[in-house]
């Protein structure tokens, strides 16, 4: 019998974080290239193998057709636009039944061989059900996008988005307890400010998924001032009554993430400067050194992304930048935690 929470427990979860990280870059992809409502229903099992052959594809593309992207927006498709589309949509759901495989089969062969301790166990299967909800949110904001308008609710998106990033870092913190099993005193002054950092990183994340929803990025294309060199600005209208200007209107919503990227930035510069005044581990002070680091590339990333106008590489680069801040953030606060 092999000891329990041994290396083979570790490469599975971490197989697992790496999974999502494919499956969240694809999922920018699919949204960066207006894929997501391709496919219109969902069929778990069938859903696995894409259209084959002619009479399929004139299937789905048919039913394709019942909806209100292709009626209001992509009526000039022609069956090679739609496959072109499809694909990234099926690939991004491929990914996902993976994911539920990999971690499913695996979860199953470690308990029967009793390879997890109980703390190990509690903690899966609360990333099982993350992993669930996570599916449900994909489905229910695809459902948005089927009814009046061709777009999905940015709300849903946001939802979809930082469960899966959640999830991620739920999975890289189980990870992390069995890398690193032996316990030391919490550093409470560190792990809380730490702690607020990751908070408004989380919060940043989910107005980066509002831009994205609403396609903000392609308002203001200017920095460090927005449009007519003004520090706030909301184009054509403003909401009534004022705080839906900052939920709903785009001009708002990329005048907060604007905002809360320099709030992100001095987060982790206080981070950095309050770590000076204690003594550090090595791996805490990698730690301190890879969010300086992140953080300066993610700001420079989601400048050029405004200035250039979200092109899909870069749309994607400062998405993959998020992800990597997220996961050093992480790390950081798991080595003043444990």
Known sequence: MKTKDNKSVIYWLLSGCLLIFIMVIVGGITRLTDSGLSISNYKLITGTIPPIGDQEWHEAFELYKQYPEYQKLNSHFTIDDFKSIYFWEWFHRLIGRIIGL???????YFLIRKQLTKATIKKCIVLL????FQGFLGWYMVKSGLVDMPDVSHFRLA???????????ATLWVALDLIYPDRKPTNKPMRNIIGIGYLVLVLQIIYGAFVAGLKAGLLHNHW???NEGQFIHFSAYVLEPFYKNLIENPSGIQFVHRTIAYLVVFAIGLIWWKSKKFNLTALQQKGINSLILLVFVQFALGVFTILLQVPLWLGIAHQIGAFF???AMTFTLHRFTK
Request: hydrophobic share 70%.
């Open 129 to 132: 059900g993350l992993g669930g």
């Open 159 to 169: 939802a979809h988005l930082i469960t899966a990033f959640i999830t991620f870092a």
């Open 224 to 226: 460090p001032l927005m």
């Open 325 to 327: 801040l997220l996961s």
């Open 102 to 108: 990999v971690f499913i089969f695996p979860f199953i």
